[in-house]
């Protein structure tokens, strides 16, 4: 099997896995194109529904290197009777954010549960500038944020009146949100903790302060059309945090993910500082599940059998048929015809690919050093939401 095979040493495992997602992704991003002149601009319904299709089929790659290429264990502590909620309604997923592979761990909750086609979320606007990813987002009606709060509420006024369009039962969405704004380091959590205690509110221990702003003005915007909010809470065993260069290397990981749905009528509704301390309190859950998970390697209760499915398997393989069969066959056709300038301009197109590939991968990394979240220590402030 060609996914044991990328394994064997973690450069060929990189370039394998980033030929092929560049590659696919410029082909997906070229769908998408026709879709929103050709299909969205006469009927959105339509429009967003193949999307969403072009959608799981592309994001069944990093699907793919969670389950398949890493292997990763994955136990997923829920409650049964929610499942009869999904696909059902339109649902706002708010996860802790630990590490590297936050989004990833959450794609692959959402192929789990049958729900790439209408994942959505939240995210900086500099991944506007990344090759494929940042148009991809564009296409699928991503919200990009300025963390400039004067920009970014009429951005999400904007957005919420796109997703509040989605019929639930035609196109559910998980809209996915991290509000603490920005991933954890113990330098941004003593910043968080120092301003916990500066207004008098017991600090977190596990999770950053949140930035309740643009959670609530979704919410907010949103009304009605918003079935529920999932607590959505990411943890590994032993503090063994995989990070993007374990992915690639195909090293496994036990994880666990912990999620409960909070329906609309348990939401409140109408008072934003009552909206505020909603989302306090769910970090303040999150921060108790998470001390949990340090003393007993695990959540509370038994984990829930969700099996993986095969198809985020069968996508990369398709993926990788049709991108390196019609990349072999150009360079057959090349070769044949000795178009030595055309082959000298593919292999200046690979370093330029391999440069994408590495500013997607710099950016999923930055975290480590990226201030936000120190200078401010969670204030929501101006700046931001």
């Known amino acids: 099997m060609i996914h044991k095979v990328l394994r064997l040493h973690p450069a060929l495992s990189l370039g394998v896995l980033c030929y092929v997602y560049m590659f696919s992704g410029i082909i997906v991003n070229l769908i998408q194109l026709l879709i929103f002149i050709f299909v969205r601009s006469v009927s959105e319904k339509w429009g967003t529904k193949i999307n969403g299709l072009v959608q799981a089929s592309h994001v069944a790659i990093f699907t793919f290197v969670v389950e ?6 994955i136990r997923l502590y829920f409650d049964k009777q929610d499942l009869r909620y999904v696909n059902e309604e339109h649902t706002l997923c708010i996860c802790n954010h630990r590490g590297e592979v936050d989004w990833q761990l959450g794609y692959a ?9 209408g994942c959505k979320g939240l995210i900086k606007k500099q991944a506007l500038l990344l090759p494929v990813v940042g148009w991809f987002m564009w296409f699928t009606d991503y919200l990009f944020l300025s963390r400039n ?8 006024h904007r957005i919420c009146r796109t997703w509040s369009n989605y019929c639930p039962r035609e196109n559910s969405n998980f809209y996915v949100l991290y509000a603490e704004g920005t991933r954890w380091t113990a330098a941004k959590h003593a910043a968080a903790v120092k301003f916990a205690k500066e207004r008098g509110v017991e600090p977190f221990k596990h999770v950053l302060f949140p930035r309740t702003k643009g959670a609530v003005e979704i919410i907010s915007k949103l009304g009605s059309s918003l079935g529920s909010v999932q607590n959505v ?17 195909g090293k496994s990981t036990d994880i666990d993910i912990y999620f409960r749905r909070i329906g609309a009528e348990e939401i409140p509704s109408g008072n934003k500082e009552d909206l505020g301390q ?8 999150k921060d108790n599940l998470l001390q949990y998970h340090a003393e007993n390697d695990s959540f509370p209760g038994q984990p829930t059998a969700l099996p ?3 198809r985020s398997l069968v996508m990369f393989y398709l993926w990788s048929a049709v991108t390196i069969g019609l990349g072999l066959a150009f360079l057959n056709y090349l070769v044949v015809n000795e178009c030595h300038v055309m082959l000298g301009l593919i292999g200046v197109a690979f370093l330029l690919g391999g440069f994408a590939a590495s500013r997607i991968i710099s950016y999923a990394t930055m975290g480590s050093s990226s201030n936000y979240g120190v200078s401010s220590g969670g204030n929501e402030g101006k700046k931001g939401a």
Request: some cysteine; glycine content about 4%.
């Open 233 to 249: 809470v990411f943890a590994f065993p032993g503090s063994n945090s995989p990070d993007t260069a374990t992915m690639f290397s």
């Open 149 to 156: 709060w004067s920009k970014d509420q009429p951005a999400i």
């Open 68 to 73: 398949w290429h890493c292997e990763c264990n």
């Open 308 to 310: 993986r499915r095969v």
């Open 109 to 117: 909750l959402l192929e789990r549960l049958d729900g790439l086609k």
């Open 278 to 285: 909603f989302i306090i309190d769910l970090y303040r859950d």
